[in-house]
C-alpha cells in the first residue's frame, strides 16, 4: 500500500460547507476530490482548468477585448 501524507489549506469557512455538502449529496469524500486534483496536476504538468482573470479583477479590457466607453 502507498504511503499517505496530509494535506493541509486554510480556506473560507462558508465555501468549506458548501462544496463538502454538495461532496456528500454525491457521495464523494474530500481526500477523492484532493487526490484527484493533485492526479491532474501531474498528468497535466499544470492546473487542469483555465486561470483567467475577470473584467471585474481589472481596469483594463481583456485580451481580445474592446474597451467600452
Request: aromatic share 2%; net charge negative.
Given at each position: 500500500m ?6 493541509s ?10 462544496a463538502?455538502?454538495i ?6 469524500p474530500?481526500?477523492?476530490v484532493?487526490?484527484t486534483?493533485?492526479h491532474?496536476i501531474?498528468?497535466?504538468k ?12 481589472t481596469?483594463k479590457p481583456?485580451k481580445?477585448?474592446k474597451e467600452?466607453?
Amino acid at each position: 500500500m502507498a504511503k499517505t501524507a496530509t494535506v493541509s489549506a486554510r480556506i473560507d469557512e462558508d465555501v468549506k460547507d458548501e462544496a463538502e455538502d454538495i461532496l456528500r449529496q454525491l457521495g464523494i469524500p474530500v481526500s477523492v476530490v484532493i487526490n484527484t486534483l493533485y492526479h491532474q496536476i501531474i498528468n497535466r504538468k499544470g492546473i487542469p482548468f483555465t486561470l483567467t482573470l475577470s473584467d471585474k479583477d481589472t481596469d483594463k479590457p481583456l485580451k481580445g477585448e474592446k474597451e467600452h466607453d
